[in-house]
Nanobody, 121 residues
């Protein structure tokens, strides 16, 4: 089994910063892409940022220049540094990863349970 556990969400005023972390644990051989998604009330889940195993990154236009995704492969952990936060960044943030488990030749996609980020104006 594989688990993704997020931490670091919370309440912050506009212009502030938060850092999210997501640690993967379990019978992991390797992790390919890792990413962060978010879902605001009444809206569909959307990609925020993604990072490959080689640390290539892509960002949603709405967060470019404000958010930075990074990973620590030794710790199976992905981070999202969020600066200059805006009220429209308010959402539940979900971690996502493509993981190869022991005794498997296939990568499976996993989701974390989500962490709430609330930005007040």
């Amino acid at each position: 089994q594989v688990q993704l556990v997020e931490s670091g969400g919370g309440f912050v005023q506009a212009g502030g910063s938060l850092r999210l972390s997501c640690a993967a644990s379990g019978s992991i051989v390797s992790i390919n892409a890792m990413g962060w998604y978010r879902q605001a009330p009444g809206k569909q889940r959307e990609l925020v940022a993604i990072i490959s195993s080689g640390s290539s990154t892509n960002y949603a236009d709405s967060v470019k220049g404000r958010f930075t995704i990074s990973r620590d492969n030794a710790k199976n952990t992905v981070y999202l540094q969020m600066n200059s936060l805006k009220p429209e960044d308010t959402a539940v943030y979900y971690c996502n990863a493509d993981v190869k488990r022991y005794y498997s030749s296939t990568y499976y996609n996993y989701w974390g349970q989500g962490t709430q980020v609330t930005v007040s104006s």
